[in-house]
């Protein structure tokens, strides 16, 4: 019922240590058969990290995949899963989403997944290309202190206030 895993890898030359590999996984499965019908859920959540010195690349990944299925008789089965995932790659905070339903009726089997990803930089991201004397890219993302920065709606012309918005939409109204 309780389970998981891992790995450790390394990759050496003869002057460095060029690669750190390793992950980290662990949750929960369970199944359940009634004879014209089975089903099985797991969620697993996970660490993932990689240090690669000779591409000066950093990347850590935490994530979480919830999955579940039933089957009736073998002939109609059903699945769907959930993968999350919060990492840093290279100064940027980057965020995914999957969300994959699959629906098997004899020998026909039509999968749809759809797909999510936000990227955006901390400050330290354009600081340190500021300090070193390079542009941030001309399509960065944009830092957290953009996204929360008040900004004139292009529509209406309005000036919005997205932490303002934030914490007046939970206040109480006479």
């Known amino acids: ?13 003869p002057r460095q240590i060029a690669v750190l590999d390793a992950a980290i996984e662990f949750g929960a499965a ?11 859920l797991s969620v697993m959540a996970g660490i993932y990290f ?15 995949r919830a999955r579940g299925e039933v089957d009736v008789l073998g002939i109609v089965s059903a699945s ?17 989403a999957s969300l994959t339903i699959s629906i098997e009726i004899g020998f026909f089997e039509t999968p ?6 936000k990227k955006f930089a901390g400050s330290g991201a354009r ?3 500021f300090a070193a004397g390079e542009e941030p890219p001309a399509i960065a993302p944009p830092s957290f202190v953009d996204l929360m920065s008040p900004y004139d709606d ?9 932490v303002f918005d934030y914490c007046t939409a939970f206040a109480e109204v006479d």
């Open 127 to 129: 600081s340190a290309a």
């Open 50 to 64: 990689r240090l690669d010195l000779a591409q000066d690349s950093v990347t850590l990944v935490g994530y979480l």
């Open 30 to 40: 369970v199944s359940m058969n009634f004879g014209v019908a089975s089903g099985s």
């Open 112 to 117: 749809v997944t759809i797909h999510c990803e």
């Open 1 to 13: 019922m309780l389970g998981g895993g891992g790995y450790f890898g390394i990759v050496l030359n």
């Open 80 to 96: 769907i899963e959930l993968y999350m995932e919060l990492g840093y790659k290279d100064g940027y905070a980057i965020g995914r």
């Open 154 to 162: 292009p529509v209406t012309g309005a000036r919005i206030d997205p």
